[in-house]
């Protein structure tokens, strides 16, 4: 093998100076350093690391693309199997998935295949999106309920096969966790607009404040719409079920990155959503949203953030990337630690939270060593903030009010590997259907099931 270029380093905001802001971390590449990336690429003519792509991209094909200077090729050849290729260079776990499978990370460091894919869609953004091809109508409408990632993700492919599609929005604007889970920082909302436009481009409407479940229902929508997908996500917050978790001050994640993202609380005074973010803050787990809730309380003015975790850093199941870049921003980790009870003041706050250590045993049936208390370690933290970021659970609000959808032991809706549901023309996909998972494999739902409907549809 010839010598091998060394992967190609995104610039990014120092971490110094990126505390003090939300704007966007990493930079992106420049053309020169895409194409200097893109040379890495082998060209496999078997690529494995397609099959690790749950949207089945042509990632060996837009690589070359970018090689050739061909940029508007490349984000073509990307929008052919992706309707959404800014958010996924953005915040895809690449090194689990497709970059975890090529070949060149066998002995080297892998093509930095999410890095080119945000370039190709940043660079189209940049000059102005070509507007899409709109196919011919077919007579057939589908309802999509939820405009996150797993919904917009079926709602494009649908409408490329010439369907007519409706999204039904419960907040007044669309994204889903896309715009209130993830830090500006990470995922500007100028990005998920761009790619959301893209959406109604190829012909989707978008209808925002729309509750179904409350505001109409999923019966009510059969008797207008050929077939339904509903994407409606993991929105219940989960907790610890621990004496004074109620006490105030404490917020589960979900509510918090809500109010700064989505409620843009990180504005003020420009936006005025109170959020109080302390001095002391405490984010208890260490997936993704607990890195975006103790980086978003660094940036809010906290001068102690504090990463507690019950397992060690190899279990973690955030991204390494932003588990660094916490880390280089300041954000301290108590691993092996689990919060026992929180103590409030006179006013009813949090003012202390009792931990104990913990060690690890044998594997659970997560696969990770499951955590066990060491008796008699217990100690006290100061602290005046708490986010809890352990999970959430498929939004209740539809499987409560539609009979007959068969339901799993966490109020999941259950479906076929193709996101057929119990019930005839309602199909799912996403976190309501696996609980809370990544965007990209919400992604690969919506697009399964949009094959799954247009097939049912057919057969109509």
Request: with cysteine; charged share 30%; net charge positive.
């Amino acid at each position: 093998m010839a010598k091998v270029i060394p992967r190609t380093k995104m610039p990014e905001q120092e971490p110094k100076e990126r505390i003090k802001n939300f704007n966007e971390v990493a930079l992106g590449y420049d053309n020169e350093l895409a194409v200097l990336e893109a040379t890495r690429c082998l060209q496999c003519k078997k690529p494995e690391c397609v099959k690790g792509c749950p949207v089945e991209i042509d990632i060996p094909g837009f690589i070359k693309l970018i090689k050739d200077k061909d940029f508007q090729g490349a984000i073509d050849k990307l929008k052919e199997k992706n309707a959404l290729p800014a958010i996924c260079g953005r915040v895809c776990p690449q090194e689990t998935q497709c970059e975890e499978l090529c070949v060149l990370g066998k002995k080297f460091e892998p093509v930095a295949i999410g890095r080119l894919e945000r370039f190709a869609a940043d660079w189209e953004r940049a000059k102005g999106i070509k507007e899409p091809v709109i196919t011919k109508k077919t007579n057939k409408r589908i309802a999509v309920i939820g405009s996150g990632p797993a919904g917009l993700t079926c709602a494009a492919e649908l409408a490329k096969l010439g369907h007519s599609v409706t999204i039904f929005e419960s907040l007044h604007k669309t994204g889903g966790v896309l715009r209130y889970g993830i830090p500006e920082f990470r995922l500007p909302k100028a990005v998920v607009d761009a790619e959301v436009d893209y959406v109604k481009k190829l012909g989707v409407e978008i209808q925002t404040n729309m509750v179904v479940g409350k505001s109409i229902s999923v019966d009510e929508l059969l008797q207008e719409f050929d077939a339904i997908f509903i994407g409606t996500g993991a929105g219940l917050p989960m907790f610890l079920g621990i004496e004074g978790e109620n006490l105030s001050c404490i917020y589960s994640a979900n509510e918090f990155l809500t109010r700064v993202n989505l409620m843009s609380a990180y504005k003020f005074p420009e936006y005025d959503t109170p959020v109080k973010v302390g001095k002391r803050v405490a984010v208890i787990g260490a997936g993704n949203v607990a890195m975006d809730s103790a980086r978003c309380a660094l940036r809010m003015g906290a001068e102690y953030v504090w990463i507690v975790y019950r397992r060690s850093e190899e279990e973690m199941p955030a991204r390494k990337e932003e588990v660094l870049r916490a880390k280089e921003e300041g954000v301290r980790f108590m691993l092996l630690t689990n919060p026992v009870k929180f103590y409030g003041d006179a006013q009813g706050r949090v003012k202390k939270m009792e931990c104990i250590q913990m060690k690890l045993g044998e594997p659970d049936e997560s696969g990770r060593k499951r955590p066990i208390p060491i008796e008699g370690s217990n100690f006290i933290m100061e602290i005046d903030t708490v986010v809890i970021a352990i999970g959430q659970s498929p939004n209740p609000l539809i499987p409560r009010t539609t009979k007959g959808l068969e339901l799993g032991k966490h109020g999941n809706i259950v479906t076929d590997e193709n996101g057929r549901t119990s019930r005839e023309k309602i199909f799912a996909g996403g976190d309501i259907v696996t609980g809370a998972a990544t965007v990209i494999s919400a992604m690969g739902a919506g697009k399964k099931a949009a094959r799954a409907i247009d097939e049912y549809l057919k057969k109509k």
